[in-house]
C-alpha cells in the first residue's frame, strides 16, 4: 500500500532532489568482492548511475578461485527482476554469470516482459581459474534464448571461442571471431582481445556493430591480478549507454575505465583488487 504519511509523502517532489538512470545487473554474487554483482554495483555507483541487481547464485570464491557455487532457484531470481522493475524504470540491464538453462529462461522471458530496451550480455562461462560457471546444457539456451534480445555481447577471448567455435590466437582471429559471432546472433559483439598475447604491450578489443567494425588498442598495464575486469567492462558499458553515450563511446569509455581501475590497484591482503573509486571520473583524487 503507498503510503501517504509525513512531509515525504510518495508523488511529492523535492525540488532539490537530483535523478539519475537506474540499472540493473543479473548476476551471480561474488563473496571475495572484486567481480559479480559487487563489481557491478560499484561501477554503477562509480560512474553515477543507480544500480539494482538480481542474484543468480552465491559463489564462495576470492580472486585465486571457486570454491563453491549455490544457485538460487529460478523463480526467486525472476521475483528480483519483477520487483525492481515494479518500481525502477530500468531501461538498460546486463547479465553475467547465470549457472543454469532454467535461469537463463527466466531471465530472457522477464527482459522482453518488463520491456527492458537494452541488455548486455556478458556471456560468463569459465573463471580465470577455470572453473565452469555456466552448466554444459545451459550454452545452448544462453546462445538459442538470450544472446538473440542482447543489444551487445562482451566475450573475452574463451567465450568469444567458445562461441565461434574455434581457437583464436591472432588479433586477425578475434577480428574474425567479432564478425561471425554478432553475424550468428544478429547482435552487436565486443571480442575482448586481454588474454590475446599476453606478453605483448598493447590490449586489442573488437566491436562488430550493424556490419562495421572498429579496432580498440591500448596499452596493457603491468598487473598480477585482473579479477573482475570482465564484469566491470560490462557493467561500465551499462552506465555509459545509460547516459546517453553510443555504442562506440561506450565501449571506449569502459575501456578506460577499467583501465584506470587496474591501474589503480591497491594491496588488500595478498591481493590487488580493482580499484573502483580511484577509476571513477568523480573521484576528487585516485587515493584509494
Do not use: W
Amino acid at each position: 500500500m503507498k503510503s501517504t504519511a509525513g512531509p515525504h509523502k510518495l508523488g511529492a517532489v523535492n525540488p532539490g532532489f537530483q535523478t539519475r538512470p537506474a540499472v540493473m545487473t543479473i548476476a551471480c554474487s561474488d563473496s571475495g568482492g572484486g567481480a559479480g554483482i559487487q563489481a557491478d554495483l560499484k561501477t554503477f555507483a562509480a560512474l553515477g548511475v543507480f544500480g539494482t541487481s538480481a542474484v543468480t547464485c552465491l559463489t564462495a570464491q576470492n580472486p585465486s578461485g571457486v570454491t563453491g557455487i549455490y544457485p538460487v532457484s529460478p523463480e526467486f531470481v525472476r521475483a528480483q527482476i519483477l520487483a525492481v522493475c515494479e518500481s525502477f524504470p530500468i531501461q538498460v540491464a546486463k547479465t553475467g554469470m547465470l549457472f543454469s538453462a532454467e535461469i537463463i529462461r527466466v531471465v530472457a522471458e522477464e527482459d522482453v516482459r518488463e520491456g527492458i530496451e537494452v541488455l548486455v550480455v556478458d556471456p560468463v562461462m569459465v573463471a580465470a581459474s577455470g572453473a565452469r560457471l555456466l552448466q554444459a546444457e545451459a550454452v545452448t539456451a544462453l546462445c538459442q534464448e538470450l544472446l538473440p534480445q542482447a543489444r551487445v555481447i562482451t566475450p573475452n577471448l574463451h567465450e568469444a571461442e567458445i562461441l565461434c567455435g574455434h581457437s583464436i590466437s591472432r588479433v586477425e582471429e578475434l577480428v574474425d571471431a567479432a564478425r561471425q559471432i554478432g553475424a550468428n546472433y544478429d547482435v552487436a559483439c565486443v571480442a575482448k582481445g586481454g588474454h590475446l598475447d599476453a606478453s605483448g604491450d598493447t590490449v586489442v578489443d573488437v566491436l562488430f556493430d550493424e556490419g562495421e567494425q572498429y579496432i580498440f588498442e591500448g596499452p596493457r598495464i603491468p598487473t598480477s591480478e585482473t579479477h573482475g575486469a570482465g564484469c566491470a567492462f560490462s557493467a561500465a558499458l551499462v552506465a555509459f549507454l545509460a547516459r546517453g553515450l553510443s555504442l562506440y563511446e561506450a565501449v571506449e569509455a569502459a575501456r578506460r575505465f577499467v583501465s584506470r581501475a587496474i591501474e589503480g590497484s591497491v594491496r588488500i591482503g595478498r591481493h590487488y583488487p580493482l580499484n573502483f573509486q580511484a577509476a571513477s571520473p568523480f573521484a576528487v583524487s585516485n587515493a584509494p
